[in-house]
Every structure is written in C-alpha cells, then in structure tokens.
C-alpha cells in the first residue's frame, strides 16, 4: 500500500494564511511605516496595526505548529534501550534523539 505524503488541507491553508500575512506585513512595514517621518501622529497608528497584525501572526504560526503536531502522520516508535548493555553516553544521545 502507497504511503500518502501530503500535508493535512487545514496546514495548507495555515501555511498559504501567514505568506500572504507575513508579506503583507513587511511591505506595510516598508512602504508605509519606513517613508513616513517621526514626527507625524497617523505614524503611531500605522505602527500599532503593525504590530497587532504580528501577534496574529505569530499567534497563527503556533496554530499552525500545534496542528502539525497533531495530524503528524509519521510516528516514530523509541527503540527499547537495554540499561545493561548501553553505556550511559549512548542512553543520553537516544533520548535526546527521540525527544525531538
């Protein structure tokens, strides 16, 4: 049987979200916030859209992660470690291996 290898439909549609997002966001940083001077009080509230459209961002991207987590198709099993025939070095290198 054929393994499926495509992404969950709701990853997608995270993944195509934040792009558009995130470069939305840096063409608003760079055409609007970059030109405009210090001084002028409209800055202030172009900076805290800015920034609220950040966290949304950053809120999504661990929306994203957690979605990632749980639709993960691959399982990866731990490997039996045998305390009396591994040394100490190899016990640690496997579980930091398999946290991940």
Do not use: E
């Amino acid at each position: 049987m054929k393994q499926v290898t495509r992404y969950h439909p709701l990853l997608v549609a995270l993944h195509w979200l934040l792009a558009f997002l995130i470069i939305a966001a840096l063409f608003a940083g760079f055409f609007l916030l970059a030109r405009m001077p210090n001084s002028d009080p409209q800055k202030i509230r172009v900076l805290l859209v800015h920034m609220a459209a950040g966290m949304t961002i950053l809120a999504l991207m661990v929306v994203r992660f957690i979605v990632r987590m749980l639709t993960s198709r691959r399982r990866r099993r731990r490997p039996a470690i045998r305390s009396s025939t591994a040394s100490r070095r190899s016990r640690i290198t496997a579980s930091m291996f398999w946290s991940c």
